[in-house]
T-cell receptor, first 114, second 112 residues
Framework: ETGVTQTPRHLVMGMTNKKSLKCEQHLGHNAMYWYKQSAKKPLELMFVYSLEERVENNSVPSRFSPECPNSSHLFLHLHTLQPEDSALYLC?????????????FGPGTRLTVL | RKEVEQDPGPFNVPEGATVAFNCTYSNSASQSFFWYRQDCRKEPKLLMSVYSSGNEDGRFTAQLNRASQYISLLIRDSKLSDSATYLCVVMTPGAGSYQLTFGKGTKLSVIP
């Protein structure tokens, strides 16, 4: 079983709501990631944290706000989202950001914005 | 040119068939290569890394051609359980770290 858990698994929200996605890894990894997977598109990297410090933000709109309080937990805070933000949001972790390191994915949160 | 390009399929093959997937990447500085598998409505999971000399894991063989910037995955003796989407993943060095880029995936359906 995956050592990366995500909650909630499904979320439906209106455009004016504020919600948060949670990710927890039990693998002792130092790097964590948020990805977005939309239908018929490749996985898009959104944010990268290494040792709790954000090292990459791939031009993600400010309505997505990540938080990494410690090396085991990662949050994605959502506010005033758009219907086109509906997608599967995947969290992943890896030992560190060195080449060749496998990324372990959580089961994802399937988000629908109405 | 897309960074990582794959034939989306679907590939519909009978049990026992051999099937090959191809992937091309645009950045010649890319250093590490992987095949991930994603089952329907599930998360991606690492299938195998791809090494320069080619590597095999049971029924699965991965090849890398750096000159052509091309990666392949061969599945022999297909099983029903092989039905999934296969993602080609390329890791490229950036400013002080590495960037993973995913292809859209190739969908495989193995038919009884």
């Amino acid at each position: 079983e995956t050592g990366v858990t995500q909650t909630p698994r499904h979320l439906v929200m209106g455009m004016t709501n504020k919600k948060s996605l949670k990710c927890e890894q039990h693998l002792g990894h130092n790097a964590m990631y948020w990805y977005k997977q939309s239908a018929k598109k490749p996985l898009e990297l959104m944010f990268v944290y290494s040792l709790e410090e954000r090292v990459e933000n791939n031009s993600v709109p400010s309505r997505f706000s990540p938080e990494c309080p410690n090396s085991s937990h990662l949050f994605l805070h959502l506010h005033t989202l758009q219907p086109e933000d509906s997608a599967l949001y995947l969290c992943a972790s890896s030992q560190d950001r060195q080449a060749g390191n496998e990324q372990f994915f959580g089961p994802g949160t399937r988000l629908t914005v109405l | 040119r897309k960074e990582v390009e794959q034939d989306p399929g679907p590939f519909n093959v009978p049990e026992g068939a051999t099937v090959a997937f191809n992937c091309t990447y645009s950045n010649s500085a890319s250093q590490s290569f992987f095949w991930y598998r994603q089952d329907c409505r599930k998360e991606p999971k690492l299938l195998m890394s791809v090494y320069s000399s080619g590597n095999e894991d049971g029924r699965f063989t991965a090849q890398l051609n750096r000159a052509s910037q091309y990666i392949s995955l061969l599945i022999r003796d297909s099983k029903l359980s092989d039905s999934a989407t296969y993602l080609c993943v390329v890791m490229t060095p950036g400013a002080g770290s590495y960037q993973l880029t995913f292809g859209k995936g190739t969908k495989l359906s193995v038919i009884p």
